[in-house]
């Protein structure tokens, strides 16, 4: 196969999407004639290949320099203020390393954190033989972004003490809850009628178990000195790989450096097939986190993991659990895994504090669950509404006879339209996007022809993408909701039906705002000259080498769409999107291009909005959505957490409220696995809907904010 359809194929199938999990490096030894080399490619080819053609320069080299220190001690448990300080001294001449091939950054780094590990592994034993007070009363500051390096070796031994005691207290009280949950089974199946537990005195907010509480000093200790250990496992090369991947993302958070990839987790990629919970991760400040579940995956159909979600643990059943904090997401991904039927327990944040152990049965994608599905609603006047929703835009880039989203949405179309159905719901929630040739081809379904999307590359160069069939499949009223996990192509198409004025998007502050497309560079395909092939795999450059733009001129880069429309949503706390991304392109315009705005039955947005305004006022569930979402937003503002006994007990107790009413009210899930899975499964379409406050808030809009056609567009 040519590279350039190579590069076409990764486009539209990985680089579409809001973010991918890394692929896994095959051993490299270190070699310094092949980083040189690298170093050199990348100097060369991510000037003059990317789409913002940023100079490699000071201000580059001071970005990059961010983003290494970020990746070598995220969470400044390690470096000391002088460190840093030393460190600071390469920050502006990483461009000059480059061009030089004499790197120097890679290695001061990993000597000067190499020893600091070291250090901070000689105190483990003595912080934890001195032990520590449950009850003196002192407080942790877990955002790293609010604290500063420590500035001695005293206060780096405070701050592990103060951590080690937070994991002694938490896996203390996670022992208590065990073996309480234990006793109130056992006490259930003796005397159903003695199931209430007992009220706990105030003294026993201080008292400790002391088998408990020793079990929990040897856990503590026990994993502390295997996280240390795996640090100390990191290679020379893997901090040189660290190094070029900080420079790549200095130009664009989904500009990276791909160390040399296995074969098998190319294939497992592409396909989709893998054996696991089907959650595509991310690395972020020496976590793991969450970036999109995949539809009909074990963690979509279990129903606790979202987005945004910080995976801390994984443990095989009831195994004792891995740390992978500061884990590369390769090592995280392999704990993970697994075989179909396994299961695995994840230890996960919430964005808002919440922590959650969340047993999922390791399963392959059940396909039937990733298509087009959709169902007929009634409106509260008694109008038939038609309701599709799209989790993603799939298609087969095999060759082969496999579905496409295009194809199911029109079948579906053809189908609500015998239903007769009065208006249309489409649903692009946590579409994270997919093939833009059916971002592009689901508008045709809903425009009478013309103009879709403008495409920039680096050279400036805009083409602009059409729905060249004149026909319209369906020409009634139509509603899209989107939410902030609306990426890509979902931006694409909501933009496009709402610059034509076809459709009015209901949703949240904005979606995710990824307008850019990236391309594939095997480095190995472009070396300079030819004996430079002696050398090891090279790897990959994944570069930004497009950008979107609405037919209006305005990108979906950054600001993504912002909804006609915008209704509470326990998403709105949370940080995520393009905009809160270290380096991410800007929004910008390009001139718009000529087209003409839909003549058929469309919305009167003003009188929505007032409307809308009304219908969310008086809503009781919109108003418990704001009532749990200041509660949300409070809670992940509260980053310093006690450090003692009481405290936490009643921080935990306080967490554990909020869900139980969150529960309540149907925004958050079942805490057990099994009854929730049933839960869902049985379950049709229409009584998910029921429940769901933004279909409501469509439905009462479609039968009063319509305004006639003044003509209607042809049907196909």
Known sequence: MPFSRIVSTWVLIVFLTAGSVAARVMPVGFDAGRNRLIAYMLSHQLPAQHFGHKQLDDTLSRAAFALFLKQLDPRKRFLLRSDVDQLNSFADHIDDELRSGRMVLPDAGSQLLTARIRQVQAMIDAIMDQGFDPNQEEYLETDPEKIQYAGDLKELRDRWRRILKLQVLDTYLGLVDEQKKKEEKTAAAKSPAATSPAAESPAADQAVEPGAWKEAMAKVRKRNHQYLHRLLQVTRQEYYNRYFDAVARAFDPHSDYMAPASKEDFDIHMSGSLEGIGALLREEDGHIKVVRIIPGSAAER????????????????????????????????????????????????????????????????????????????KAPNGEKIGYIRIPSFYRDFNGGKGRNVTDDTRAELVRLKKEGIQGLILDLR???????????????????????????????????????????????????????????????????????????????????????????????????????????????????????????????????????????????????????????????????????????????????????????????????????????????????????????????????????????????????????TAKKEKRRLEEQLADDPFVDVALYLMQDSVVPAATIGKAR
């Open 302 to 377: 279990q129903g606790q993991l979202q987005a945004e979600d910080t995976i801390l643990a994984v443990a095989e059943k009831d195994a004792e659990p891995v740390d992978i904090s500061d884990m590369r997401i390769r090592d995280a991904v392999s704990y993970i895994r697994g075989p179909k039927g396994t299961e695995v327990r994840l230890t996960v944040q919430k964005p808002d504090g919440t922590k959650l152990v969340i047993p999922i049965i390791r399963d392959v994608v059940q396909i039937e669950e990733t298509y087009v599905k959709s169902a007929v609603l």
């Open 430 to 676: 946590n579409n994270g996007g997919g093939a833009l040739t059916d971002a592009v081809a689901i508008s045709g379904l809903f425009l009478p022809g013309g103009p879709v999307v403008q495409v920039k590359n680096s050279q400036g160069m805009i083409r602009v993408l059409e729905d060249e069939d004149p026909g319209v499949v369906y020409d009634g009223p139509l509603i899209v909701l989107v939410n902030q996990f609306s990426a890509s192509a979902s931006e694409i198409l909501a933009a496009a039906l709402q610059d034509y004025g076809r459709a009015l998007i209901i949703g949240g502050e904005h979606t995710h705002g990824k307008g850019t497309v990236q391309a594939l560079m095997d480095l190995n395909r472009n070396l300079p000259l030819l004996h430079l092939k002696k050398y090891s795999d090279l790897g990959a450059l994944k570069v930004t080498i497009q950008k979107f733009y609405r037919i209006d001129g305005g990108s979906t880069q950054y600001k993504g769409v912002e909804p006609d429309i915008v209704v509470p949503s326990m998403l709105d706390y949370l940080k995520s999107g393009e905009k809160y991304m270290d380096n991410s392109l800007p929004w910008d315009r390009v001139q718009d291009v000529g087209y003409q705005r839909w003549q058929g039955p469309r919305f009167d947005i003003e009188k929505a909005r007032r409307l809308s305004r009304r219908w969310v006022a008086d809503s009781k569930r919109f108003q418990v959505i704001r009532d749990e979402l200041a509660k949300a937003k409070k809670r992940s503002e509260q980053t310093r957490v006690a450090d003692f006994l009481a405290g936490m007990r009643r921080e935990k107790e306080e967490l554990a409220k909020a869900r139980a009413e969150a529960r309540a009210v149907g925004l958050m899930s079942d805490d057990e696995e099994e009854n929730l």
